[in-house]
């Protein structure tokens, strides 16, 4: 037990040395707790270290049965079940309609023709394209597809074309199509800047976000055009369906990839640059972009390798370079295990490894093995030496007249496939809320199974770290140590004269020196109030953490997002277990046990705080200053606040959202309240919250339910007072 006693005589120690060393100075009150704990110099990194940590443990699990993998039956069976695995994760695809393909300008070269055009691979949904065909025979082309990389010139880049160019010149039909974001589908178009808000693997991550929540993917639309591409040369007499291949370096590497793991109808796939293990991409880079994140991927058990082996016995050529972003030692690592299942097959000669000196970047060495792979393959046999290309200006290959769909013939886009399954999820949840009694007795275990909580406090240790007195309270300071290195610092505001009421306070408090920053605690605290203020993963002292990735606004890493949803483990689950651990720790060893314990949070930590609720810790009160809406909120706002994207819970649509937690929080009293601003509270975020309000009146407690909206500078005082009068 501690003891405020102890406190009391440690800190008259304190005082005494200030008092006696003439060489200290005065400063500004010192809330940071890890500066005095060298050793968790590396704390700002935990949040993805506990993400990874858990990645890792699902690794060693997939190892483990792949090392039990011999005959050819047990690569069959495998292969079956990572079908079912791939089609768990990415979910089911949309249905097959008509593609509409429009073929904008036919352009005559010297040895070949370029037919540029554009299909839709769902109603609206419009892909540009340039159909590459070799002068000569007209019918049953072996033919390739090519996936451009993350280069806002799409296939339209120099060293994409080179090699376009070249596979033509040794008889190849190419089929080369532009990946959301790049060429002429950018979905953040800016007309007055000519050019998109973002570059493209934020293009791609900034609404893949967006779809996760959905429960949907990058990938799965990603996938789906290359599926359609497929579908597109079907109809082509010129291609040979029986000799179609797929190709792509870096983000067309993961494209490649990807399409060729769900559609057997290619033949020969040969992924540049993008091969390597989970294991070492965590350890590295980590997680890429939105479409390179599978959900749930490691925890189903996935990895890179899957997506070779579940193609086996067909071709396959690995193309990679030793100083790829993507590890050398992965891709090797990759090949020896993907060799297993060639050879089970007795088709060792299928699976091919390319290895050049060099960095992200397509060289001779490979290019030359990629154009033999091709020509043995797909038995179109000849020279398969690297040749010089007369280049495309980028405005001969537009398919359209401005070189943007968005600025000529239209067309949607992933926020638009989105917003389209937000319609349907939320008419599923409004229909829930409908039978709200019931809805609200499963919400727990949605909450549970969805948010990828573990249930039960963590074990571990309470470190007394310091104490500071000032005329009405002490300031002490706490790390709660836990197994892996794991830590929750936190700092407590203890008043002289108690009251038996305790707060959580959540904010992202970055700035460890500023008072003004503890206004909230500082003001309870001098009203008898015992408040927690700690730092939860990924914030204050334990974020933002270094792995900033491709994927990173403001101060916000979707990177480290994406780790999470490829464990099935959110943030936000994350917090709510160090909430737990926390409060239990408070209540037994700082003597808190009597106390009731009111929520406060600012901005996103509402979620926090609310999926805490709903999942068993008891708080007699709760008030959100300017909380996070909603995940609809998120979702239906084609320019939302990436600050937010931490708090929200992948998959959560349709199966529950804030209000409902609020909802579930009945009959305690809860108030959400906004900053006054010139334009009105939205008024969609009031609707959302009807059916609450509903439901708190319903239990003839309407008026422990607030919205506000007020100043917080010269009225947030006065509303603290008046929510804790309340209670």
């Known amino acids: 037990m501690f003891k405020r006693f102890r406190h009391q005589v440690l800190n008259l120690g304190i005082i005494l040395m200030f008092l006696l060393s003439p060489c200290l100075s005065w400063s500004q009150t010192n809330y940071s707790v890890l500066d005095f704990w060298k050793y968790y110099s590396d704390a700002e990194n935990l949040l993805y270290k506990q993400q990874a940590e858990l990645s890792f443990a699902s690794i060693e699990k997939r190892k483990e049965s792949i090392s039990m993998l011999h005959s050819q039956e047990d690569w069959t069976e495998r292969q079956k079940l990572v079908k079912d695995k791939l089609l768990e994760s990415i979910g089911p695809f949309p249905p097959k309609t008509n593609l509409n393909p429009v073929v904008t300008k036919r352009i005559k070269k010297e040895g070949y023709s370029v037919e540029k055009l554009y299909f839709e691979s769902m109603p609206g949904l419009k892909v540009t394209a ?5 002068q000569g025979k007209k019918r049953d082309l072996p033919t390739i597809i090519y996936c451009s990389g993350h280069s806002d010139l799409g296939f339209r880049s120099d060293v994409y074309q080179h090699v376009i160019l070249n596979l033509v010149k040794k008889g190849f039909a190419v089929f080369a199509f532009d990946p959301y974001g790049q060429g002429e589908r950018l979905q953040y178009f800016d007309e007055k800047e000519g050019k998109s808000r973002f570059i493209p693997t934020r293009e791609h991550s900034y609404p893949g976000a967006q779809l996760f929540i959905n429960g949907a993917s990058t990938a799965k639309y990603m996938i789906w055009d290359g599926i359609r591409a497929v579908d597109y040369l079907l109809t082509r007499k010129e291609v040979d369906p029986e000799r179609i291949g797929i190709t792509g370096r870096s983000g067309g590497g993961t494209q490649s990839s990807h399409i060729a793991a769900f559609d057997d109808r290619i033949k020969a796939a040969a992924p540049e640059c993008y091969i390597t293990t ?27 390798a899957d997506l070779l082996e579940v193609r086996a016995p067909k071709p396959t050529l690995m193309i990679t370079t030793t100083r790829d972003i993507f590890s050398i030692q992965g891709a090797r690592d990759t090949y020896e295990e993907a060799k297993l299942a060639y050879k089970a097959f007795d088709k060792s000669e299928n699976l091919l490894m390319v290895e050049d000196n060099a960095g992200h970047q397509s060289t001779i060495k490979n290019r030359e093995v990629m154009y033999a792979f091709f020509q043995k393959h797909l038995d179109n046999p000849g020279n398969s030496k690297d040749g010089e290309v007369t280049i495309f200006p980028v405005e001969e290959l537009y398919v359209t007249e401005t070189g943007q769909l968005a600025t000529s013939v239209g067309s949607k886009f992933l926020f638009d496939a989105n917003k389209a399954l937000t319609d349907r999820n939320m008419e599923e949840l409004n229909r829930e809320r409908t039978k709200l009694d019931h809805h609200l007795v499963d919400l727990k275990q949605k909450v549970h199974q969805i948010s990828g909580y573990t249930q039960g406090a963590k074990k571990g240790k309470l470190i007394f770290s310091g104490q500071t007195e000032f005329e009405a309270y002490y300031l002490n300071k706490y790390v709660i140590e836990q197994p892996g290195d794991n830590i929750i610092p936190f700092v407590a ?43 939860l993963p990924g914030f204050g002292e334990l974020g933002p953490g270094y792995l900033k990735g491709d994927a990173y606004f403001e101060n916000t890493s979707y990177n480290q997002w994406f780790a999470g949803i490829l464990n099935g483990k959110s943030t936000v689950s994350l917090h709510v277990e160090a909430i737990e651990t926390l409060l239990l720790f408070c209540k037994e060893e700082m003597e808190l046990n009597n106390n009731e314990t009111i929520g406060i949070s600012k901005g996103g930590f509402n979620s926090s705080l609310l999926h805490a609720s709903a999942l068993g810790v008891d708080f007699k009160g709760m008030l959100f200053l300017d909380p996070m809406p909603s995940f609809e909120s998120i979702v239906f706002k084609k320019g939302y606040d990436p600050v937010l994207i931490p708090f929200t819970v992948a998959g959560a649509l349709p199966h529950y959202d804030l209000p409902d937690l609020s909802a579930a929080f009945a009959p305690g009293k809860l108030m959400l309240v906004q900053e006054a601003k010139d334009e009105a509270i939205d008024s969609g975020y009031l609707q959302s919250y009807d059916f609450v309000r509903e439901h708190y009146s319903s239990m003839n407690k309407a008026n422990n339910f607030k919205m506000e909206k007020i100043n917080f500078k010269s009225q947030l005082v006065e509303l603290l007072d008046s929510f804790m009068s309340e209670l």
């Open 278 to 304: 989970l294991e070492y991409q965590l350890k590295s880079g980590g997680p890429q972009d939105a479409e390179q994140n599978f959900p749930k991927g490691i925890q189903l058990g996935l990895d890179h």
């Open 130 to 134: 340039a159909f590459f065909i070799p």
């Open 493 to 535: 505001f203890v008043p002289k004269q108690t009251t038996k009421l305790s707060a959580l306070y959540l904010d992202n408090i970055a700035d460890k020196k500023s008072d003004e920053a503890y206004a909230v605690p500082i003001h309870l605290v001098k009203k008898g109030v015992t408040v927690i203020v700690p730092d």
